[in-house]
């Protein structure tokens, strides 16, 4: 059971260039989520899914896509990045119960220069 | 969602109870409260919640005001490896279980 993994663990882009951030859960959850995280912050919700082929926008959800086709996967596009979206991104997921807690994936650091 | 205020650091010494407060003074009856902590930059770990009731569990205790605006996570017997930042978070108890991630206490564990 390897939980929430994310790839790749590192990335360096230029300036309009596009990428996928992966992620993948083997806890059957339903719910999943993307957050940023910027130096000495805390956590900022950018979509999150609560089913496959069900997504919603979270608090920053400018400048990033997102799709669910199935239970396990929910990646992350950057269509043209920009230096305003260097940061630590994870992946988490929960079962959406009412005893709910998220699982937190190990994080791909970005820097977009 | 119900926001937190948390102080931005503290220390404590290696084998002591540390004590981390947080405010949720607009708490809602419907609202848990969440800990959790991040060592480094790691992923956040979860660590406890409660919705009324004090709890307790291998990790640390949680105890919650009576009136439920603010809580107190403690960590029995602090070790160097409990520093870390913790946050604080209430979130819904039914609906999109977003959370809402505020800064966090950054704790120190002295030797």
């Known amino acids: 059971n390897a939980g929430v993994t994310q790839t790749p663990k590192f990335r ?3 300036i309009g260039q596009s990428m996928t951030l992966q992620c993948t859960q083997d806890m059957n959850h339903n719910y999943m989520y993307w957050y940023r ?14 089913g496959a082929g069900i997504t919603d926008k979270g608090e920053v959800p400018n400048g990033y896509n997102v799709s669910r086709s199935t239970t396990e996967d929910f990646p992350l596009r950057l269509e043209l990045a920009a230096p305003s979206q260097t940061s630590v991104y994870f992946c988490a997921s929960s079962s959406g119960s009412w005893k709910d807690t998220q699982y937190f994936g190990p994080g791909t650091r970005l820097t977009v220069l | 969602d119900a926001k937190t205020t948390q102080p931005p650091s503290m220390d404590c010494a290696e084998g002591r109870a540390a004590n ?14 969440y800990w959790y902590r991040q060592i480094h930059s790691q ?20 105890i919650i ?3 439920r605006k603010s809580s107190t996570l403690i960590l ?17 108890t039914s609906g999109t279980y977003k959370y809402i991630f505020g800064t966090g206490t950054r704790l120190k564990v002295l030797a």
């Open chain 1, 37 to 50: 995280q910027d130096p000495g912050m805390g956590l900022k919700l950018i979509y999150y899914s609560v």
């Open chain 2, 43 to 62: 992923g956040p770990q979860y660590i406890i919640h409660g919705l009324k009731n004090n709890e307790t569990n291998e990790m640390a205790s949680l």
């Open chain 2, 20 to 33: 981390l407060p947080c405010n949720h003074s607009t708490i809602s009856g419907n609202e848990y409260v």
């Open chain 2, 65 to 67: 005001t009576e009136d």
């Open chain 2, 76 to 92: 029995p017997h602090a070790t160097l490896r409990d520093t870390a930042v913790y946050y604080c978070i209430v979130r819904f």
């Open chain 1, 12 to 14: 360096i882009l230029k």
